[in-house]
């Protein structure tokens, strides 16, 4: 029985989950109306597409209970939620949950972000990786000693787990860094837009990025990059496989540096959990196993599973809010 | 007495010198008129802004010899000239000059760009700067045994040369990399657009963000260059000094891979020569001494007297075109 509305609200995209008490996800909703692309300006715009999105569930279901989790509840999100500090877990999460009253008499409880304060000085933070983080680690996360997860995406985040709490996380640009390359820079004029290489020309790029990254120095990525575009200059490479190696070269500097960082940790592993799903993570995995010799797990979506522990964090199961909307 | 029309002509500007033989520049003249940016399309662009720029010259001194170099040489310039592959000395790039007819009967000899193909089987490119080497190489420059010169820009150049040829060369992205990070990723949200800090601020984060270069390993840019938000987010840094924090850690992840690739000529030369002018020289400068621990010697603009050594390779202050338009 439908219980739960679950809401996945990035940047770009809004993901709605129709859930029971178990976490089951009875429906899924995809649209396009992230924070930054709303059908209105200001608060009208969330609700417009809030309502739009899940109108119909509350309704049919007499849900009121909604949780939520990612930009919209940043400075520029319906309304913002602080970051919490490292060591952090899903009770923590919920404990700094902001709620916001949306139409329909439902109120939508806001997950947290997470920061990470290292002793050198530059802080990190992350919103929205820690419900996946939630969802990856599962129930028996208790039960859980050490572990370290890879979330790649427009900022990667390489996170050390250690029984249940998020103790440490570092941020990779790498896909924005990728985007700004080929979209605002000299690289991108020699890169066909939607035109593919054949798969295994694709692989060969890709991997010979990667190769790069591993023979390289301190500094020398803004070397590296320029034979994106003289390899095409000189006929040495299909100009429609220079994306598949200019994204071999940043993710595999992104790797480098994570073995560097994490060591053992990450090459010993046999379990090293990827986060997410699609072609991004498909890469991570292939230049995790060139670099690393292993082969890591692809999780695919922790986000619905992690919005359902975050909710169980809250009470909502057992509030008086579930029970109207079960009753 | 005037005797050449010498063009820079790149791709956002276009530079005009008229010189004496002896290469003494009598007047210079400025304009927007780059190749991505000329009066109209297709060759009338290009003889539009020559005429416009020079015509004046043409007329009042009856010049009809004229040297160009720059992107105006490239596939989408005036007319293409080729890459001269290294080593080349200023007689390599006379003999592969390409001509075009220019309005008011005169004929502008176009420089080649220079390739470098070296053993790892990644070539790298320059187009203009072979120009500007020569002009810091001057008349003497058979003296030379060994040098390495740096030329900071969009793509910056570390250049081998001995014996007065470019035996090889390295490019580095780095400013159009930080352009990219500052214009097309969320880095730059933070960062006030014509907001200075105080000139010790900026200073400071610019010492900063190299110091971070110096202590990084093998692909942590990526990582490095969130703390560019990160510092800001916190309130650790003034947001007007974000730009410089993030220039300090481009600049210095260059600086530091050039170290290891020419270790003790770079570091133990007392007059590690830097090309070129403005604000950008002067962070390398800063950054060299940081780095090295040793004072560069900056150049300034280098492509009047590399123009003027160009059209004496050319033969032009003996031929007849030089003896109509001196006669």
Sequence with gaps: MAALIALDWGTSSLRGFLMDQDGKVLETRASRHGIQNLPASGPQGFEQAFVSMCGEWVERHHIQAAVACGMVGSAQGWREAPYVPCPADTHSLA????????????KIMIAPGLSYDPANGRPDVMRGEEIQI??????????????????????????????????????????????????????????????????????????????????????DLAHQVFSARTLGLFGRMEHAALGDYLSGIVIGHE?????????????????????GDGDLCARYVEGIRIVCGCAPILLGNTAPAGLHRFAAALGLFSSASFARASG
């Design 255 to 275: 790797l480098v540096s994570a073995r560097n960082r994490f060591g053992a940790r990450m090459t010993e592993s046999v379990s090293l959990p990827v986060i």
């Design 134 to 219: 939630a969802g990856a680690l599962g129930d028996d996360a208790n039960t859980d000693s050490e572990r370290l997860i890879v979330l790649p995406g427009t900022h990667s985040k390489w996170v050390e787990v250690k029984d249940g709490s998020i103790e440490a996380f570092h941020s990779y640009m790498t896909g924005e860094l990728f985007s700004a390359l080929r979209r605002a820079t000299i690289l991108g004029r020699l890169m066909p837009d939607g035109e593919k290489p054949a798969a295994d020309v694709a692989a060969e790029a890709f991997a010979r990025g990667i190769g790069l990254a591993l023979e390289s120095g301190p500094g």
């Design 95 to 106: 404990s700094q949950a902001v709620s916001v009253n949306a139409p329909l008499g439902v």
